[in-house]
């Protein structure tokens, strides 16, 4: 199959062979864009399902290879951990046949080699989404909403006209009494603050349309996930003197904090 140009009819006919976990990973890993093969495993080969974790492994290893071969995903050269890690380093993007079995519309996707900056942003939103799905599986709080990006950006008429609001994530959590909807940012502590301070200054300018209260009832809280406690402090400072955010709008976590704020610990 690689190189060859594929008919509509044979796509359908690997659709068709195709299992519904198989589905599942081209589909998880076409919505988050970039995926690493610890968390495509994590998500979709269960140890309860195995005999032991590592006959998890070694099927999520011959799965992901099938995939591969078959051009649903594509493997980059860029890894995670080193190539000492083997093929849990492995990195996972959607293939061009992917996108025609997903029948995802728009131009057909070529690959290319992501950078590191990308890789690494990309993954630690993958990673969160993850944690969140794999806590919600073993709580009592549900994963109603899942936007990555492009699906969770807002566009709308700023006072110098449209904008664009870009968030990483959006996500709708639920437990008996509340729902929690959240904008993320995922900070790797690679912009200066003041370009974080802006964002959340475009957060408030759409905050102020309406737009959403009206959708849905309510604006969603801003969390900012980043690296580590001194950046989430010098973060929280910033905001907190800012006169101009509503009081309450922005919450600020470290990687580890963030699926128990996102769930309401705070």
């Known amino acids: 199959m690689r190189g060859e140009r594929m008919t509509t009819k044979a796509i359908q006919a690997l659709r068709n062979r195709l299992s519904s976990r198989d589905l599942a990973i081209v589909g998880q890993v076409a919505e988050l864009r970039l995926m690493s093969a610890i968390q495509i495993q994590a998500l979709l080969f269960s140890p309860a399902e195995h005999e032991s974790d590592l006959a998890a492994a070694r099927s999520a290893r011959r799965v992901l290879e099938r995939l591969v071969r078959d051009r649903l995903l594509v493997r980059p050269d860029r890894r995670v951990g080193g190539v000492r890690a083997g093929s849990a380093s492995y990195l996972y993007t959607l293939g061009e046949i992917g996108q025609r079995v997903l029948a995802l519309g728009g131009p057909r996707r070529r690959f290319r080699e992501p950078s590191m900056t990308f890789a690494d942003h990309t993954l630690a939103v993958s990673q969160l989404v993850v944690d969140l799905i794999l806590v919600a599986r073993a709580s009592a709080i549900e994963v109603d909403d899942v936007q990555p990006e492009p699906a969770c950006w807002r566009r709308f008429a700023g006072p110098l006209g449209f904008v664009v609001l870009r968030p990483d994530l959006f996500v709708a959590l639920g437990t008996k009494e ?46 900012w996930v980043v690296p580590d406690a001194e950046r989430a402090e010098a973060l929280r400072e910033r905001v907190a003197g800012d006169d101009r955010l509503p009081r309450g709008l922005f919450a600020v976590a470290t990687a580890n904090e963030a699926v128990d704020t996102l769930g309401g610990g705070s």
């Open 178 to 223: 509340y729902e929690f909807r959240w904008f993320i940012e995922v900070d790797r502590g690679t912009e200066h603050l003041p370009t974080l301070m802006a964002k959340c200054r475009i957060y408030d300018l759409y905050y102020r349309t309406g737009i959403e209260q009206r959708a849905h009832g309510v604006f969603p809280r801003v969390c």
